[in-house]
C-alpha cells in the first residue's frame, strides 16, 4: 500500500481516512496509558493520539524517546476534533523517527532575553509568533503584488551593486574589479524613474541596504522596500495611489491571517479602521500642531520619531505630511511651484505611532533646476549623467514612493520592534545568524 503524505493544512480533506504527516514535535505529555505529541510542519499545529493498548509496543516505547524538536513522520486516521488546535487530531498507529534533537534545544517556553533570541534566531523562527509574523509578511507582499498585478503595473528588478547613490544616509560600498567602488543600493528609484519612461507604470521590490549607525526599533542596515514609479502622475495622484494600497493590504491580511494576527495578541479594531480618505497635512501646519504639543521642532527640521508619534495620536488611519522643506528631503524632489522653499513630496505616517511606512515624491522633471540641485548638494556630477538624460529625451512628470516592507508588517502585525518583521535582521550590531 502506498503512504498519503498530507500536511496538517491539507488534513480537513482526508478526515476518516489513513495519511502519513512529517513535522517536528512541539509538545509532548503522557497519562501512561495514553500520548499525545502535538507536532507542528509549518501548516499547522496537529494533536497525535498515542493510545497504548492500541499500539504495537515498539510504537509505544518510541514515543519514550521522543523530546522537543525531534523530526517525526506520523501515521493514522484523521479525524474531527474540535477541542484539538486546528480542528483535527490523529489516531496513530505509526510512528518513525526522522532526526533526533538533544534535550539542550536552547528555546525553551521561559523568559529568553532578546540578544539570546537573535543568537538563536535560526531556531527562535520556529516559534508560533515568529511563524506568524513571516505569514504575516508574506501576505502583505502578495497583497502588494497582486495589487500592481491588478492595476497593470510592470515589475522591475533593479540592481542592488550600483555606481550612483540615492538617498542620503550611509552606503555599504565593496571593491568592483577595476571599476572602482560599487555601492549597495539604498533604493531602486532612479532606476526605476528609467523604467517609468519604458514602461509607463513600474514597482521595484527588492532589498535595500543604509550603513546608518541607529539602534531604534524601526532601522535596519538591509530591509526590502517597495518602489512604485508612474509615469504622468502627479503628487496627488500619488497619494491616492498609496492609500488605496494600504487598504488593500490591510484589507487582505485581516481577511486571510486571522489566526496569525490572534496569534500575535494583535487587537484588529484599528485595523478595521482603515479606509480612506487619509488625512493629506502640509508640514508647515505640522510644525505648529507639534509647537502646540510641545515638540521643539521648528521649520526647516525633519520629523523625529516622537514627532511623528505625537502628530498621528489624533487619527485612526495613516496621516500624509506634505510638502517638506526642500533641505529636509532628498535632491531628486520636485520644486513646489506654490512655495519654492518646499518640495512636492510626501510621507505616510502609520497610526498607532508605528512611524512613517512611505516616503515619495513627485520628480524634478526640469533638467536644469535638477542639475542645479545636484551641483548644490555636492553629488557627483558623472555619475548621475544618466539620470539627468531622462530629462533630456522626454521628460515627462511623474510620481512614486517607496514603502517599507518590515515596518509596515511591524504596523500590521503590531510588533513594536522591525527585528522580528525580516526572518534574520541585519542591524547595527548583528551580522549574524
Ligand atoms: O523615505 P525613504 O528613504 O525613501 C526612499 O528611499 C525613496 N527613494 C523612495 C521612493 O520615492 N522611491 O525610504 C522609504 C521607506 C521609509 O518610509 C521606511 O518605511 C523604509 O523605507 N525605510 C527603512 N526601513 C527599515 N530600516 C531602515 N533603515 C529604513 N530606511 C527607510
Ligand atoms: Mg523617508
Not at 47 to 52: E, G, M, Y
Not at 74 to 96: F, K
Not at 117 to 141: C, F, G, N, T
Not at 252 to 275: G, M, N, Q, S, Y
Amino acid at each position: 500500500m502506498s503512504t498519503t503524505y498530507a500536511t496538517i493544512a491539507g488534513l480537513p480533506t482526508y478526515v476518516g481516512q489513513s495519511v502519513t504527516v512529517r513535522g517536528w514535535c512541539a509538545h509532548l505529555r503522557s497519562s501512561g496509558k495514553i500520548a499525545f505529541i502535538v507536532m507542528r510542519d509549518g501548516t499547522g499545529l496537529l494533536q497525535c493520539v498515542l493510545v497504548k493498548n492500541q499500539l504495537a509496543p515498539e510504537v509505544w516505547e518510541r514515543f519514550a524517546s521522543l523530546t522537543l524538536e525531534t523530526s517525526v513522520s506520523v501515521t493514522g486516521e484523521v479525524r474531527a476534533e474540535p477541542r484539538a488546535p486546528g480542528g483535527y487530531e490523529m489516531g496513530v498507529t505509526g510512528l518513525t523517527v526522522l532526526g533526533a534533537s538533544p534535550l539542550d534545544y536552547p528555546i525553551q517556553p521561559k523568559e529568553h532575553g532578546i540578544d539570546f533570541l537573535l543568537d538563536h534566531r535560526h531556531l527562535w523562527l520556529r516559534s508560533p509568533r515568529q511563524v506568524a509574523l513571516m505569514k504575516v509578511r508574506h501576505e502583505i507582499i502578495n497583497a502588494i503584488h497582486e495589487f500592481y498585478g491588478n492595476r497593470g503595473f510592470i515589475h522591475v528588478d533593479t540592481p542592488i551593486l550600483t555606481a550612483a547613490i540615492g538617498e542620503r544616509s550611509g552606503l555599504f560600498s565593496t571593491e568592483y574589479f577595476e571599476e572602482g567602488n560599487a555601492y549597495l543600493a539604498q533604493t531602486g528609484q532612479l532606476y526605476g524613474e528609467a523604467a517609468a519612461a519604458a514602461l509607463g507604470r513600474i514597482y521595484t521590490f527588492g532589498p535595500t541596504f543604509r550603513a546608518e549607525k541607529s539602534k531604534t526599533r524601526r532601522h535596519l542596515t538591509e530591509f526590502w522596500m517597495m518602489e512604485p514609479e508612474m509615469a504622468f502622475y502627479d503628487l496627488n495622484d500619488s497619494l491616492q495611489l498609496q492609500e488605496d494600497m494600504l487598504v488593500h493590504i490591510v484589507q487582505r491580511v485581516l481577511a486571510t491571517r486571522a489566526a496569525e494576527l490572534k496569534e500575535l495578541e494583535r487587537d484588529t479594531a484599528p485595523l478595521e479602521k482603515i479606509k480612506g480618505p487619509f488625512p493629506r497635512i502640509d508640514y508647515g501646519d505640522a510644525v505648529k500642531t507639534l509647537q502646540g504639543k510641545g515638540s521643539a521642532i521648528t521649520w526647516g527640521d525633519d520629523l523625529g520619531a516622537e514627532d511623528e508619534t505625537l502628530l498621528v495620536a489624533d487619527y485612526e488611519t495613516p496621516i500624509f505630511v506634505c510638502n517638506y522643506p526642500k533641505e529636509a528631503k532628498a535632491f531628486y524632489m520636485k520644486e513646489n511651484p506654490a512655495d519654492p522653499r518646499t518640495v512636492l513630496c510626501a510621507d505616510c505616517l502609520a497610526p498607532e505611532g508605528y512611524g512613517e511606512i512611505i516616503g515619495g515624491s513627485q520628480r524634478e522633471d526640469d533638467h536644469d533646476k535638477l542639475l542645479a540641485r545636484i551641483h548644490e548638494e555636492g553629488l557627483p556630477v558623472d555619475a548621475y549623467g544618466w539620470y539627468l538624460d531622462l530629462r533630456k529625451y522626454g521628460t515627462f512628470v511623474h510620481s512614486g514612493f517607496g514603502l517599507g516592507l518590515e515596518r509596515t508588517v511591524a504596523w500590521v502585525a503590531g510588533t513594536p520592534h522591525i527585528r522580528e518583521c525580516i526572518a534574520f535582521p541585519r542591524m547595527m550590531h548583528r551580522l549574524r545568524p
